[in-house]
């Protein structure tokens, strides 16, 4: 097999040519949509039948015409006519609606990791300080106290974290 014959059996089907019919009839809703921008029922039908007939991508072309006249609508008209051309872009490429990730350590996170910390560092600077008489009994009491309460700290820390990583997964792979 030659490399025409194989690219004519890789290449999509052509789509079918639309409808006369159909073609006359977006022509009559998308001229009762500039009729009148601002109303929204003329808008619901031409999209309505746009979507039936998989005529998106001439339903985006006439709204973003309507944008880019900016002599002959005004910008209120125009305003309208960029949300009706976002909606249909969506709908062409599914765009997910935004949702807010959170991968960055909030302030009071970081705030608490950083006592957890330090809360350890002084727990093992206490043992070493014991061990060797340098510090006060009361000091090495309290460093002591805080070496267990830093590790919960950390321990619960990436916990949450992970959690929250492995939520954020499941989300997505669906």
């Known amino acids: ?3 025409e014959q194989l690219r004519k059996k890789l ?3 052509a789509p079918p040519a639309p409808d006369p019919a159909l073609l006359e009839r977006e022509e009559e ?6 009729a ?5 029922e003329p808008h619901k039908e031409y999209l309505g039948l746009a979507l039936k007939n998989n005529l998106l991508l001439q339903a985006s072309r006439r709204y973003g015409s309507v944008i880019d006249a900016k002599d002959r609508y005004s910008i209120e008209q125009r305003r309208v006519a960029r949300k ?3 909606n249909i872009l969506r709908i062409l ?3 997910p609606k935004e949702e807010k990730i959170e991968t960055k350590l909030g302030s009071l996170e970081a705030l608490i990791l950083f006592l957890a910390t330090i809360g350890m560092l002084g727990g093992a600077a206490a043992f070493f300080s014991d061990n060797f008489g340098i510090a006060s009994p009361i000091l ?3 460093l002591r106290m805080m070496f267990p309460l830093g590790l919960c700290f950390v321990v619960v820390f990436i916990w949450v974290r992970i959690r929250r990583a492995k939520s954020f997964a499941d989300r997505h792979q669906q």
């Open 1 to 3: 097999m030659d490399e």
């Open 29 to 34: 809703l998308w001229a009762k949509v500039t």
């Open 11 to 13: 290449a999509p089907p």
């Open 36 to 40: 009148d921008l601002g109303k929204e």
């Open 93 to 95: 490429f599914l765009a």
């Open 84 to 86: 009706y051309q976002q």
């Open 140 to 142: 090495v009491a309290m």
